[in-house]
C-alpha cells in the first residue's frame, strides 16, 4: 500500500487529509480511504480489531516471522497481544519489523515445533476504525494519525441492544405508569403460542414521579421533586444512565427538562429525554426510544469518544439510519441501529445509478446478516422502526434484516437443518477461519467450490471445514455431502428471499421488476439463487461489492432532520397551512446544518414527506409534501393501491410533517484506482471457472458455473446464467433460461 503526500493549490504548505469512511459490522470492519494525493485505498480488519496471519517461521525464542496480508511499517505492532489462534498461547509484542515481517514479544513462545505454520491472531488494543485508519496510513501504534476526516458506520448499538448487553437504565415515569414497558401494546409476538414468554423490559430500575399534564400539554399536577428525590434514594440498584418519560411531555416538555436536570445533578451523565427525541404522541413507543437511547448511551457514547480521540482535529462524522450523515458530538445511540445497512442502500443506489438502473432491490449479505431494501429514485423511510424487542421513533431507511450471513451457524437440531439466526461473528468465526467455530455458510460456500481462499485477507483452513461437516453428517446418519450442503444453502436463500418479499410483494410490487443489486463479503455467492426464487431476471454486482457499505458512507451526505406532529384534518390546515409548516421546518433543518460547518442557505430540501391516515385510523401513509394541492387525490390512490379500496367517507388527517435539510455534495469522493496487487490468470476446470474481477475488462462476457473472485468477495454464477462487464466495471448477470 503506497502512502503518500499532496499539498492544495490554494495552500502550498498544507497538505490535503486523509478522507476515511468505514463500516463496522458484526464480523468485519470494511474502509474506503482516499490520500493526499487522491488515490483510492481498501481495506478490511475484524471488528474485534485483530488481524490474522500465519506464523511463517521462528527466528528466535522471542522473535517469528508473520505471513499476513498487510504491508506496514517498523513498530507498527508494538503493543498489540500475539494469539496463537486454538493453543491458549499468547504474548505481548513489544516490537516488530518490517524488513522479514517479524514481531518481537515480552518473552519467549513455548518451544513446540507446531507453533510454526499455526494461525495467529494480532490484537490491537484500539477500536477497529482506529486500526484501519493506521492501516491505511501506514502509522504505527502510539503515533498520532496524519490529518484526517473519518465517517463512520456501526451496528455496535445494534448488536448491544439484541444482545442485552447496555447500560444498567432507570426510567424516570409519571406516577402510575410504571408497568407501561412490562405491559406494552398486548400485542401478541406468535398469535399461536400456548407458552407466551415475554422478554423482560430493559430498565434495570422504574421510578414515578409525581406530576402530570392534560392532552394540550397543561399542567393538572405540579412536578414534585422531592418525591424524585425521595424514590432516588432508596433505589437499590446502581444506575449509569436515566430515561425520562412523562406523559403528554411532547406537548409540553418543561416537566421532563427539570427531572433531567435534578438527574445530571445527581451525577447520572447520560440522561435522555423522550421529548427531546421522539416529540411525538404515544407514550409507550417515546418511552421505548428514551430508553434504548439511555441504555445504548455508555456503549455508542464511549466508542464515539474513543475513536474521535484518535483522530486529528476529531473531525469524525457518524452515519445514522436514516441515511445521512452527523457529527459525532450530535449523534444519538437511538439513530444508530441501522446506521450500517443504511450505508449499503446508500452504496447500492449510487452503484445503481452509474450503471443506468432505477428501480432496485439493495441485498447486503455480510458475516453476521442480510439487511435488504428497496429503491426507486428515492430513499423510502419509516419513522418508527422495530428492533428486537423495541419500538422507536427515529427516522429510519426502511431495511429488512434476517439473521442469514456468511457466519450463520448450520446445524441439525434434533429435527431438521437450520442455517442460523447464531453467528459465529469474528470470533471464533466460521470453521475455515482456524479459530475452532462451527460450521457456517462460508464453510458450506467454501467446500462447494464457491470461494477462492487465495483471496481472503485471512488464512483459511479447508480441513478444519470438513471435519465440521464431517461431525454434522455423523450426526445425521448420511453420507450424502453435497445433498446436505446444497439443502443448507437452499434454506439459507429461502429465508433471504422472504425479507425481499417484506419489502416488494407485501407492499404491492413485484420483485420480478426490479435488478437485485448483491453486495457484501457474501452477497454475490447467494445473489442468483436467490434472483431464481423471486423471478428476478438480472443481478448487479457492483465494483467494490465487498466494501460497498462503506462507499455508501462515503457519498452520504449530511442531513438533519426536522419534524412536527399536526393531528388535523387536511381540509381544516389547508394548502397554506402545510406550507407554513414546511417553510417552519425547512429553517430549522438548515439552522441544524450549522453545527456540522454546513451552510444551511447552500443546503439541499432533500425530503419534504406528510404522514396521512383516514380519521379515526391509527396507520398512516407517507407522501412527498408537494405539490400540495393533490395531497388528498394522491392519499386516496395511494391508500386503494395499498388497501385495495377506499373508505366510502371519512376526512384525510395530516399526523406529521418531516423535512430534511442535506449539504448538496459529499464531502467524501473517492477517487478512482485499483489496488496494487499481482494479477491471477484464470484458471479453469473441475467443476466451474474461476476468473479474477481484476482481468474482466468492459464488453467481457462469461457464463455459468463460474466464480468471479476480487478481494473481498466473490460471485457464483451458475449453470443458466450469463455476466458480463458493463462500461461502470459492475458484473450484470442474466438468467438465459438453460439449466
Known sequence: MTHG??????????????????????????????DPCGRRHRVKVLSTS??????????????????????????????????????GIAARVVDSEASDRAVRTAGPLPDDPAIVGAAVELQSPEEAPVLLARLVTG??????????????ATTLGTNALLERRGARTLLVITRGFRDLLAIGNQQRPDLFAIDVRKPAPLPAAVVEVDERLAADGSVLRPLDLETLDAALDALDVRVDAAAVALLHSYRNPEHERRVAERLERRGLRHVSRSSDLAPLIKILPRAETAVVDAYLAPIVGGYLERVTAAVPGRRVLAMTSAGGLVGAAAFRPKDSLLSGPAGGVVGAARAAAVSGVRRLLGFDMGGTSTDVARYDGAFEHRFETRVGDARLFAPALA???VAAGGGSVCRFDGRRLTVG????????????????????????????????????????????????LADLLAELGTGDRERILDGLLRIADERMAEAIRRISVRRGYRAADHTLVAFGGA?????????????????????????????????????????????RPLEEVGCDGVRAVLRALETEARAALGEDGIDGDAAEIALQRTDLRWRGQE?????????VETLAARFEARYEEVFGYVPP????????VRVVAASREPALAPGRGRDAHVAEPVRRGGALDVLDREDLDPGARFSGPALVAERHAATYLPRGWIGAVDAARALVLRRTGDA
Open 5 to 34: 503526500e499532496s499539498t492544495t493549490a490554494a495552500n502550498p504548505t498544507r497538505p490535503r487529509p486523509w478522507r476515511l469512511a468505514v463500516d463496522t459490522g458484526g464480523t468485519f470492519t470494511d474502509g474506503l480511504a482516499v
Open 50 to 87: 485483530a488481524l490474522r496471519g500465519r506464523i511463517a517461521r521462528r527466528l528466535r525464542p522471542d522473535r517469528v516471522a508473520i505471513e499476513g496480508a498487510w504491508d506496514v511499517p517498523d513498530g507498527f505492532f508494538r503493543g498489540f497481544e500475539l494469539r496463537v489462534l486454538g493453543s
Open 139 to 152: 502509522t504505527p501504534a502510539g503515533r498520532a494519525l496524519p490529518a484526517m476526516e473519518l465517517r463512520l
Open 399 to 401: 431495511i429488512e434484516s
Open 421 to 468: 439466526p447464531d453467528s459465529a461473528g469474528a470470533r471464533p468465526g466460521p470453521a475455515c477461519y482456524g479459530a475452532g467455530g462451527p460450521l457456517t455458510l462460508t464453510d458450506v460456500n467454501l467446500l462447494l467450490g464457491r470461494l477462492a481462499p487465495e483471496r481472503f485477507g485471512i488464512p483459511i483452513d479447508a480441513e478444519a471445514s470438513e471435519r465440521r
Open 523 to 567: 452477497g454475490g455467492q447467494h445473489a442468483c439463487a436467490v434472483a431464481e426464487i423471486l423471478g428476478i431476471e438480472t443481478v448487479l454486482v457492483p465494483v467494490d461489492a465487498g466494501l460497498l457499505s462503506a462507499l455508501g458512507v462515503a457519498y452520504a451526505r449530511l442531513e438533519r432532520f426536522a419534524q412536527r406532529q399536526v393531528l
Open 619 to 627: 396507520d398512516t401513509l407517507a407522501l412527498d409534501a408537494e405539490p
Open 649 to 656: 367517507q371519512g376526512a384525510v388527517e395530516i399526523e406529521a
